[in-house]
């Protein structure tokens, strides 16, 4: 069941009372199981649908597939190696350009996002059988790292409304202790001639699958007369289903070494060699950082060169061609690119009284501008003249390419990376441990997944 058929808000008297919600959400599920599961109720969901492994994508028999058992479910995989992103791109008629939607019926398509973060034109696809996404003839189109949002389920009819608000309200009688509660009560005292007796009903309408409420039991017996306990469904293995999966959670504690690698792209991370005890890779001579990359359960790993810079300390004077002063936020832009990052410290003058001074980068938009925090009247942008000067303190940097850990972390669980450092020293070889962080590849930086739990 996903969504509530009545809202508290409909209760009445009870609207505002501290089980409201719950009387709501009991009857909505009751009325749910006990009328076949047919009446799901509406609800909007957006959900990404990261690319399977070879193993999981494909759906229809074609020929030169093989069958394969994969985690109880037969799967058809093609014998040729199509395990990226641009191989399974077709021309919308393909197997590979459908997508099956978790949530079923689907009513609508909001929109369709791909791993850019771009809204996919609506007119590229449509919906068959209201569960999987097709693109249109002659539209490229694949399923692989999308995120969509789409309403789906069944509208409760109205007397199934009326009988689940019913339900509701003799729910919150009942917890409410009020006496003119009409729930049956199984026990029943009897007084006839003196003698006194209690009677255990056996209530037989729970066997039936009735509550024992007029309103509630006439719609029950009108949507489900057979008493099925859940309803029909059809079941077809050409059609290839979508699989949600929930990643694991970070194996270490998070800290400014996490890494998130954009599909595609770079992950990057910045941090001061003071922060993590590695001050000796630019005090010492002859150190040569580097990563080691490894995946959620360890039983693979990359080692990865050339990833690691490190900062030059020395002082940067940079002139200042223009100001601007917007909501308490200074921004600023250099005459050629200034090598500053979010945190520095920063001297400022020969601008102008309100702009000189010592202050913290806030933010880096460009190569060539940086803001900070300024409690002043707004000024417009205008030309100026001056220098900003930073004291880069010694930092690493780390930038790891897509493509470099794809295959050792997977696109779902979250991995592992080390930083090390090594040298020779005469003959010997010196190897030292610096640091560990969390690493693993997000679909797009521009999207923000959010999920609708049932």
Not at 37 to 45: E, F
Not at 70 to 81: C, E, Q, R
């Amino acid at each position: 069941m996903s969504n509530l058929w009545i809202t508290p808000e409909e209760l009445g008297v009870y609207a505002e009372t501290e089980f409201a919600y719950e009387a709501a959400k009991a009857a909505s599920y009751l009325m749910w199981s006990l009328s076949g599961r047919k009446y799901s109720g509406v609800t909007t969901v957006t959900e990404r649908y990261v690319c399977a492994t070879l193993s999981y994508r494909y759906g229809p028999s074609v020929r030169n597939n093989k069958a394969e058992l994969v985690l109880g479910d037969i799967y058809n995989i093609p014998y040729t190696d199509m395990d990226s992103y641009t191989a399974v791109t077709s021309d919308g008629l393909s197997p590979q350009s459908r997508l099956r939607l978790r949530g079923r019926p689907v009513t609508k398509i909001h929109s369709i996002r791909n791993r850019s973060g771009v809204v996919i034109d609506e007119n590229s696809y449509y919906l068959v059988d209201h569960s999987t996404i097709q693109a249109t003839s002659g539209s490229r189109w694949t399923p692989c790292d999308v995120e969509v949002t789409y309403t789906y389920g069944v509208e409760p009819p109205t007397l199934g409304k009326l009988a689940a608000r019913t339900l509701a309200f003799e729910f919150c009688k009942l917890w409410n202790g009020d006496d003119d509660c009409m729930l049956p009560q199984r026990v029943t005292s009897v007084s006839r001639q003196g003698v006194s007796y209690t009677i255990l009903d056996s209530q037989e309408f729970i066997d039936d699958m009735r509550t024992g409420l007029y309103v509630v039991d006439m719609f029950l017996k009108s949507v489900n007369p057979d008493k099925a306990r859940a309803r029909a469904r059809v079941f077809t293995p050409d059609v290839p289903r979508a699989r949600r999966y929930t990643p694991k959670a970070l194996k270490l504690a998070a800290s400014g070494m996490d890494m998130v690698v954009t599909a595609g792209g770079t992950g990057t991370v910045d941090i001061a060699l003071e922060d993590i005890n590695a001050l000796f890779l630019v005090e010492d001579l002859g150190w040569s950082p580097y990563i080691i990359v490894r995946n959620y359960a360890e039983s693979a790993s990359v080692t990865l060169d050339d990833v690691v810079s490190l900062s030059d300390p020395t002082p940067v004077t940079r002139t200042v061609t223009n100001k601007s002063l917007t909501s308490n936020v200074a921004t600023l832009t250099t005459s050629v690119a200034h090598g500053l990052y979010h945190g520095a410290t920063v001297v400022i003058s020969g601008v102008d009284a309100t702009f000189n001074g010592t202050y913290t980068v806030d933010n880096v938009p460009s190569s060539t501008t940086f803001t900070y925090s300024k409690t002043a009247a707004n000024v417009a942008s205008t030309a100026s003249s001056g220098t900003v000067t930073a004291a880069t303190d010694d930092r690493a940097e780390i930038v790891v390419d897509y493509d470099d850990v794809l295959k050792t972390l997977g696109k779902v669980d979250p991995g592992t990376y080390d930083l090390y450092a090594q040298r020779t020293v005469g003959s010997t070889v010196e190897t030292t441990y610096i640091a560990s962080g969390n690493i693993s590849i997000s679909l797009a930086s521009s999207l923000v997944s959010a999920y609708t739990l049932g």
